[in-house]
C-alpha cells in the first residue's frame, strides 16, 4: 500500500495545488516524489474550473453521503445551506477546522463549531464534491417546486432505468445531495462529512452513506492500478486525467450541452455493488481470468501482452475460441461493445461487516462521472451478459448532477439560481 500511494505522494509540501484541471494534476505530479507515503499536507485548492474530486489523483479513502433536503427547506433555505457548506468545504480542504459563524456554534452557550477529531491531521489530500438529486427539481406537477428549480432541471437528470439483476434497497438509494468526500486519511475523510452533516441540521438530513477503503481506480496515469476485492487490477482502462481530449468528450459538460448552468460540471453514478466473494473465491483462477478477460496477477488482457496492452477481441486460441470471451466484463464494458462511450471510474471497496450467514458484506462503491447518463446506462445494459454478475448484486444506486467548479466568493451551484 505505501508503494502505491508512494507514487503520487511527497513533495509538494503544504502548496495548494490547482483543483482538477489537466495543468494542476501535472503540477501535484511534477512535485511528486516516487518515495515515500503520500505527503500528508498535500491540500487540493477547492475553487477552479471545475470541481475537485473528479480528476483529480484518486485519494486512497472516501466518505460519501446522501441527503434528503428537510421538508421546511426553501428556496433561501437551500442557498443558505450551499453557502454554509462552500465556506466549511473551501477551509476543511486546506486542512483548517470549521469555523464559527455558520449554522453551528459561535456563542459561549454553544458547542464548538469544529467537533475536533482532525484537530492536528494535515488537509491529506481531502477533496469535498457536492452534487444535486433529481429532488431538488421538483416532482414535475409544479406544484412541489419548493426550491424555484423545476425550469432548471437537466433534461437527463431522470431516475436511472431498472436493469436487469438490480436488487436496490431504498435505504440505500437515491438522494436529494450527495457529498464526496476523498482523502489519503480517513478520519479527515470521516471528520469533513460529519462536520457538513452537523452545518446541515434543521436543513438536510442524512440519507445514506458509504465508507471506502480502498480505491479501485486510477484517475492519474503516475498512479499504480490497485486492487479491487476480486483481486484483479482495477482502473487498467479508465479515463485517465492526462488525456485532456478524451476527459472533454467523456467527463465534463460542455458550455454547448443542456443546461448551461451544468457547464463544467459533470453526472455521478453511484451504485453500491456487493460482491458474493465466498462465491467467488471457489472459483478456479483460470475461470475468473475468463470472466474478467484479464490475467489476475499482470492485469494483461488474454489476447496477450502486458497491463496496458489494447486487448484484441478477434484473436483466437488453438481451437478457434476466441481469447477474451464475448461475456467477459471487459469485451462488455469495452467502447468497442458501447459506440465508443467512455467513463471516469472513481470507486472504493468496502465491507461493511458480515450478514447474519457469516458473510462478509464487502463489494465494490461503484463511482463514475460522464458527460451524460446515457453513457452509464449504455454500459451497465451491455453488462446484463456480464458472467461476473452471478457473483454481484447491484443493492444502492443514485444519480447526481455535479455543478462546474467556482470562484472564491461564490457558493456551490450559484449558476443553478442565477
Ligand atoms: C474494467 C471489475 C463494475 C465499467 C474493469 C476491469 C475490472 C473490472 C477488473 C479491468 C481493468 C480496468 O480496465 O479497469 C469490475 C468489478 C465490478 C465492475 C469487480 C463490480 C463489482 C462495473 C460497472 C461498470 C464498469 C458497474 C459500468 C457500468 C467498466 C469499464 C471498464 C471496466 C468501462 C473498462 C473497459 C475497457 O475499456 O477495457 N472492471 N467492474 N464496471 N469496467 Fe468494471
Known amino acids: 500500500r505505501r508503494q502505491l500511494?508512494?507514487?503520487?505522494?511527497?513533495?509538494a509540501a503544504g502548496a495548494a495545488v490547482g483543483a482538477a484541471g489537466g495543468a494542476s494534476v501535472a503540477t501535484a505530479l511534477a512535485n511528486a516524489s516516487a518515495a515515500g507515503a503520500p505527503d500528508p499536507s498535500r491540500a487540493y485548492a477547492f475553487h477552479g474550473a471545475h470541481q475537485a474530486g473528479?480528476?483529480?489523483?484518486?485519494?486512497?479513502?472516501?466518505?460519501f453521503a446522501a441527503f434528503d433536503t428537510d421538508a421546511?427547506?426553501?428556496?433561501?433555505?437551500?442557498i443558505g445551506l450551499l453557502t454554509d457548506w462552500t465556506n466549511a468545504a473551501a477551509r476543511l480542504t486546506q486542512g483548517l477546522e470549521v469555523e464559527e459563524g455558520g449554522a453551528v456554534g459561535g456563542s459561549d452557550y454553544a458547542p464548538p463549531a469544529d467537533t475536533g477529531e482532525a484537530q492536528g491531521l494535515p488537509a491529506s489530500g481531502l477533496t469535498i464534491t457536492f452534487g444535486?438529486?433529481?429532488?431538488?427539481?421538483?416532482?414535475?406537477?409544479?406544484?412541489?417546486?419548493?426550491?424555484?428549480?423545476?425550469?432548471?432541471?437537466?433534461?437527463l437528470l431522470e431516475p436511472l432505468p431498472r436493469f436487469q439483476g438490480d436488487a436496490l434497497v431504498?435505504?440505500?438509494t437515491g438522494g436529494d445531495l450527495c457529498i464526496q468526500a476523498c482523502a489519503d486519511d480517513p478520519q479527515v475523510a470521516v471528520h469533513a462529512i460529519r462536520n457538513l452533516s452537523r452545518i446541515a441540521f434543521g436543513r438536510a438530513t442524512l440519507r445514506w452513506s458509504q465508507l471506502g477503503f480502498g480505491r479501485t481506480s486510477s484517475t492519474s496515469t503516475a498512479q499504480a492500478t490497485p486492487r479491487n476485492l476480486f483481486g484483479f487490477k482495477d482502473g487498467t482502462a479508465n479515463v485517465k486525467s492526462e488525456e485532456q481530449a478524451a476527459v472533454d468528450e467523456h467527463v465534463w459538460v460542455a458550455a454547448s450541452?443542456?443546461?448551461?448552468?451544468?457547464?463544467?460540471?459533470s453526472y455521478l453514478v453511484a451504485r453500491r455493488i456487493r460482491m458474493i466473494i465466498e462465491n467467488w473465491d471457489r472459483v478456479q483462477l483460470g475461470e475468473q481470468e475468463q470472466l474478467v478477460g484479464r490475467s489476475k496477477g499482470a492485469g494483461a488482457p488474454l489476447s496477450g501482452g502486458t497491463e496496458f496492452t489494447e486487448p484484441d477481441?478477434?484473436?483466437?486460441?488453438?481451437?478457434g475460441a476466441p481469447l477474451i470471451a464475448p461475456t467477459a466484463h471487459v469485451a462488455l464494458a469495452h467502447p468497442s461493445a458501447n459506440g465508443g462511450t467512455r467513463m471516469l471510474r472513481r470507486g472504493y471497496n468496502f465491507v461493511d461487516g458480515n450478514d447474519a450467514l457469516g458473510r462478509l458484506d464487502a463489494g465494490l462503491f461503484f463511482l463514475s462521472y460522464q458527460r451524460s447518463p446515457q453513457q452509464f446506462i449504455d454500459v451497465q445494459r451491455s453488462l446484463a451478459a456480464d458472467g461476473l454478475n452471478e457473483y454481484l448484486r447491484h443493492v444502492g444506486s443514485a444519480i447526481f448532477a455535479v455543478p462546474g467548479g467556482i470562484?472564491?466568493?461564490?457558493?456551490?451551484?450559484?449558476?443553478l439560481f442565477t
Open 5 to 11: 500511494l508512494g507514487l503520487f505522494g511527497a513533495g
Open 407 to 415: 470562484a472564491e466568493g461564490e457558493f456551490v451551484g450559484q449558476a
Open 257 to 265: 450541452d443542456e443546461p448551461a448552468w451544468l457547464a463544467g460540471g
Open 132 to 155: 444535486f438529486g433529481s429532488g431538488l427539481f421538483g416532482a414535475g406537477d409544479g406544484a412541489s417546486d419548493r426550491f424555484g428549480l423545476a425550469a432548471r432541471r437537466p433534461p
Open 54 to 63: 473528479i480528476t483529480t489523483p484518486a485519494q486512497d479513502r472516501l466518505h
Open 170 to 172: 431504498p435505504e440505500l
Open 72 to 78: 421546511s427547506l426553501d428556496r433561501d433555505g437551500l
Open 313 to 319: 477481441f478477434s484473436a483466437e486460441g488453438p481451437t
